[in-house]
């Protein structure tokens, strides 16, 4: 067994009730979590060509949940848990995705001796899957079943620990004790309903937000899954992972930060951060989309209105109303004051469609029994979730996600080309895609939202007054295997600098796949949380591999590890090639190629290269161009080793990362890459 790995992963067959073991080192090369994940997909859900990949609620969907290798070890920030699997939420068809939730689930899991749970089929009736060290059980939950998620845990909870009081009291469990309480993930009301918008929902709000894979719970009539363990796992060096804490400790930490400093007894295991901080499992969510959904953060209606969410069992991201920050649009909606929220959605959505008069009581599209004169007000934000979970009403539609409610009332077309739907791509809510276009390219060749700060904030402006050419200097060293090339990070949009070394180049290719590599391996299969790492101004590559060789006592490099990410990266695309992605779907939505596209700079601008000079620049008009985007597809296309036809992972590149066994199923089916 490697050092980090428990060595096995529980797969639990709904429809069958069978459950056996997978063994983990058969995986390895997969670095581990979301890596081993997608191989597992790949094998069980892929290899066969027993179903064509587009259902999610297909019981032939694998859904696997995996802890990072680093889980339960001790090292901060990398307790996350990632899921992946044909995502519901996407448009217009469902792609392979991935997403991820913090908390304790990962830790107890591995703590429990399994490195991740691979669900499969469907159960005739609700059940949940108990998990107990080493035995996995199959529990009826007829009782839980329309329950919330925070009632379902509490249940949960007195049916494996009894009175156990979390810290207080000892349970005895076999030869062992422990204080825990059972970790568990699990779905609300509108997860059962099946709908794009669910989320799976840990402890009072560590939820996976991206891709919908609530609904794929509700499909398997899968309710949770509790896990309790008392073991441990095995370190090369547990005073390495020691000094590196320490080491850590002593770098600051700001990305992204919205929460107390001080770590909550409901925070994610182990952190070193505590933003978006829970202090108990009814904390409340404290992600900033929640924060947000009602808008008056910080309110006891803004908290009530982030508690409905979680107990629902809803996407704050799928289910946006206004977002965080606002663009000047040209013709924007006067109800707007000319502005338009830079992560708009399905709520304004609504709002857009009321205020034209065609959404309402008794107009062409029945808004009952949503009351949409209180669109503001936290009446409405409940009303909104009990619709969809009940999918009475108008939230039937809803339920279905924005998008495919816009076609069922016949106004997909129109609304997409007047930017009244604006998604940078794949029908997910907008994000930082401007001027981060390095963000709004994984959203097209990631199938979603990337989730992922890492750039944001590294190419700002330096709060120290740092001379813009020393700044990218220092970045660009740090960007392995790409280092060297200061043009990586280079936004120039328009006139042929874009083509040349700006955002349509070679260069911002090699910027993008940094991002997807690295997210792949270092976020997604060690399961660091992005907020935590990288940390591109300051301790990237240093600390991730002090973290990794203390723990798995690798003597690889960076590089190495970069180029597993690649791997990781090459096999998601390879899974989606199967399932019928070729280049001409990958286009974004019409507003991004149009003035209006721009979001905000909040980092202090970005890096503009033009006339020979560096600049920071907020960019606020930027908006793409269509043969711009082609040419910098085919540039990426290139440098993954995919053809630049239909985007397709080549043999070569296949053999090259150790896949021969992908190449010769996608050439037997006629999807391998020229």
Known sequence: MANGFTGKIARVNLTTREISTIDTAKYEEFGGGYGIGAAI?????VAPGEWDLRDPHDPRHVFPIMAGRLAATGVPGAGRTSVCGICPETFPT??????????????????AGWDGVVVEGRAEKPVWINIINDQVKIEEAKELWGLDTWT?????????????????????????????????????????????????????????LVSGYGSVFGAKNLKAISVTGTGNVKMADPKGVLDARLADMQTPIVTGQFGSAIAGDGSCNPCLRADRRRNTLYGGETMCTSQLWLSDRGTEAADRAAGALMKYGASSWAAHFTGAFVSDVPGAPEFFHGKVPMETGIGWYLRYLYEQGVLGPGKQIESAPLPMDQWGELVFREAFLDAIARREGIGDAIAEGVCEAAKRWGRLEQD??????????????????????????????????????????????????????????????????????????????????AGKTGIYSEHKAKQVAWTRHYASFWNES???????????????????????????????????????????????????????????????FPY??????????????VPVYEEGKWRWDDLPDIYLDKAGVEEFKTHFYKLEGWDTDHGWPTRKTLEDLGMKKVADTMASRGRLGA
Request: glycine share 12%.
């Open 526 to 588: 060690m399961a660091f949380c992005e907020f935590f790492l990288p940390r591109l101004n300051t301790v990237t590559p240093e600390m991730e591999m002090n973290y990794y060789r203390a723990v798995t006592g690798s003597g690889c490099s960076f590089a190495d590890t970069m180029e597993t990410g690649r791997k990781i990266w090459t096999l998601e695309r390879s899974i989606r090639t199967m399932a019928g992605l070729s280049r001409e779907q990958e286009v974004f």
């Open 592 to 605: 991004m190629y149009r003035p209006g596209a721009g979001g905000m700079a909040a980092f202090g601008g």
């Open 41 to 45: 997909f790949w094998d069980l859900a």
């Open 152 to 208: 379902t845990q509490v249940r949960i909870e007195s049916m494996v620990a009894g009175r156990t009081r979390f810290g207080e009291e000892w349970q005895q469990i076999g030869n062992t004790y422990t204080t825990a309480r059972p970790q568990i993930v699990c779905i609300g009301p509108i997860g059962e309903t099946k709908s794009s918008l669910a989320a799976l929902i840990h402890g009072s709000g560590c939820s996976s």
């Open 416 to 497: 997409m080309e007047s930017g009244a739907l604006r998604f940078p791509a794949w029908g997910a809510t907008g994000h930082w895609t401007m001027p981060y276009v390095e963000w709004a390219y994984s959203y097209l060749l990631g199938a979603g939202d990337p989730s992922w700060h890492g750039f944001s904030s590294a190419v700002g402006a330096s709060r120290d007054g740092t001379p813009i050419m020393t700044k990218l200097e220092r970045l660009s060293a740090r960007v392995i295997p790409y280092d060297g090339d200061i043009f990586m990070f280079n936004y120039a949009w328009k006139g042929d600098e």
């Open 94 to 111: 469902r792609e392979f995705h991935r997403g991820n939730f913090g908390g304790r689930f990962a830790t107890m899991l591995k703590l």
